[in-house]
């Protein structure tokens, strides 16, 4: 118990890692677009809308809490090694992509490199917990 509600226990884990050399405006854009991906790629994470007590409601939330991590660029490799080792599908953000203003380009970024040669700066899943924690082992929690 928390504050008088129950914990929910969950068998997955939502974990994004962010490059640790990243300014803080960029941290947070990478975290908010692979945030959108694991909520696509699973609708129903999606809770029911909230309500204060003067009856204005809101838009729901993700049910399930989701761990921000930090790591190096060399880590980072790590972690998409393991992934892709595993047969994951890592929702992924790139440097490439803070240059370009929409989804296509984006897309057109990605497209153009090898998985070795992507300058990656945040990956993100939601996966079983073991899992999650096997191939995100070397990250650390974001300060």
Sequence with gaps: MLNGFAIMEFDTKIAIAVR???AV???LNVTAFITSGITGQHGALLGDEYEDASAVKYAPLLIQ?????????IKMKTIHRRGLERGVKFCLYIEDMFETGHDNANRATVKKRKSEDLPIVGLG???EKKLVDKIFKSAK???
Excluded at 65 to 73: E, F, G, H, Q, Y
């Design 20 to 22: 640790d050399d990243l």
């Design 141 to 143: 929690m974001h300060p």
């Design 125 to 127: 899943l939601r996966e």
């Design 25 to 27: 405006w960029q941290k």
């Design 65 to 73: 809490p989701v761990i921000v991590l930090t790591c190096d660029d």
